[in-house]
């Protein structure tokens, strides 16, 4: 054990040296009672709501019959109430709790106005508290349903919500069905039915919504093809090759557009329907096209490979094994 040396005039006095040790707690350095209840003023002006209960138990400790501390709970309850945050109001429901303790402390003649203050404190606190209502069954689809009708959010976050809705309602409906779930006038088959065709109604709007921003890349793909397709007529030999494989690339970007449109006529829109068909067409008379072209300088090839003079049968022969039958095939038939 250390003892440093301690300099005070009296109990009063503000101590210039630190005593430490096992004789610490029963040696008195300066008012802790003033500094305690000092020390609650300060922490709850800045909101330190742990730390203002833990000053008060500290001075409730040192001083359970000072008038003073009855005030401070008040300011704390009244403090806490205020600022709506759960951890400051269950400090406060404890420190009411806690309070009965203050009772028993005080001088005979303030016993009984000191238990009616806090049996008033402790009434006005129970009154301020909102009565606790158990969350209902259908609260959280409910709110995703919200989410999901809002047209100022985005069709991605109203999808999301649409299928987070329906995965709690497919939940309600299997502990309705188990017996985990009664049904109630407000939790029952017609109810469930309801929200259902809430959540279909925005599926499909977000569907609609999804293909409306698809529509512009159909549009523009169609021109292109349709562009392509005209320049077919026009082309010459030389062009073929070059020619016949803008095609290919063309009516294979078609094929993904054609993948892309199968959900939307699925989900019944009238107009991917529509597109779907023309798109299709498009996409078989580029594959025509392409065959047309092949075809075309397979022949004039071939007219070259019989009306030439200086190449050997050798030579010929060669120029002929580029030419895929297959493509031939369906025209030489």
């Known amino acids: 054990m250390v003892v440093l040396p301690l300099v005070a005039v009296n109990s009063c006095s503000k101590p210039d040296a630190v005593v430490s040790g096992d004789t610490a707690s029963s040696t008195v350095v300066g008012n802790d009672v003033e500094d305690a209840l000092i020390g609650v003023k300060d922490l709850l002006g800045n909101d330190d709501f742990a730390g203002s209960f833990d000053?008060?138990?500290?001075?409730?400790?040192?001083?359970?019959?000072?008038p003073r501390l009855l005030d401070l709970v008040a300011e704390f309850v009244e403090q806490a109430s205020a600022s709506e945050s759960e951890d400051a109001i269950a400090l406060a429901e404890d420190l009411l709790d806690r309070g009965d303790s203050l009772v028993y402390f005080q001088r005979p003649q303030n016993v009984g106005a000191t238990r009616n203050r806090l049996s008033e404190l402790q009434n006005k606190f129970l009154e301020s508290e909102t009565a606790f209502e158990p969350a209902r069954p259908l609260d959280s689809v409910m709110q995703f349903i919200s989410v999901g009708t809002d047209d100022t959010k985005g069709t991605a976050i109203r999808t999301r919500a649409a299928d987070q809705a329906r995965s709690l309602l497919d939940d309600i409906q299997l502990q309705i069905a188990v017996g985990e779930q009664l049904e109630t006038e407000e939790l029952n088959q017609a109810v469930l039915k309801n929200i259902y065709e809430q959540i279909d109604s925005i599926e499909q709007q977000c569907i609609e919504s999804l293909f409306g921003v698809l529509k512009p890349r159909i549009n523009e793909w169609k021109s292109r093809a349709m562009t392509l397709v005209n320049e077919t007529d026009t082309a010459t030999i030389e062009q073929a090759p070059e020619l016949g494989q803008r095609l290919k690339a063309m009516a294979d970007s078609g094929y993904d557009l054609l993948q892309e449109l199968l959900p939307y006529t699925k989900s019944a829109i009238a107009a991917a329907t529509d597109e779907l068909k023309a798109v299709e067409k498009?996409?078989?008379?580029?594959?025509?096209?392409k065959n047309w072209l092949y075809n075309k300088s397979s022949l004039e090839r071939i007219r070259k490979i019989e009306s030439a003079s200086k190449e050997s049968p050798q030579e010929k022969i060669r120029w002929l094994a580029e030419i895929n039958e297959e493509q031939l095939s369906p025209y030489i038939l």
């Not at 000053?55 to 000072?66: I, K």
């Not at 498009?282 to 096209?289: C, D």
């Open 282 to 289: 498009l996409v078989e008379e580029l594959q025509k096209r």
């Open 55 to 66: 000053m008060l138990l500290v001075a409730s400790r040192l001083a359970p019959s000072d």
